[in-house]
């Protein structure tokens, strides 16, 4: 599900169960896509019901943080499951994305 919020300029997508490649690819072409044709300058992952991530997942929060830094824009997660906050710390991303608390 994704919802975009004009007035604040956020793009928030909620992940599934599994953020593996096949979902990967479904959310970064939606993504995309929206960010395009809002002009989002927030991206928001809410990663409340994710609790599998692999290196497609990580590849995908990579690619939109790069797309966002282009366009001036940031991104953040929130609602992630601590094995899912483990693979993210693992993987660095810790240290390019913010992590919101649950809203």
Do not use: C, P, W
């Amino acid at each position: 599900m994704i919802r975009y919020d004009k007035e604040t300029g956020t793009l928030t997508v909620s992940t599934g169960e599994e953020l593996d490649q096949l979902m990967a690819e479904k959310i970064r072409n939606t993504i995309d896509s929206e960010i395009l044709k809002t002009g989002a300058k927030k991206l928001v992952f809410d990663m409340t019901n994710t609790v599998f991530m692999d290196s497609s997942g990580i590849g995908m929060l990579i690619g939109r943080y790069k797309l966002m830094k282009r366009m001036n824009g940031r991104v953040a997660v929130k609602g992630m499951h601590e094995n899912v906050m483990r693979i993210f710390r693992m993987s660095g991303l810790n240290q390019i994305i913010n992590s919101e608390e649950r809203a």
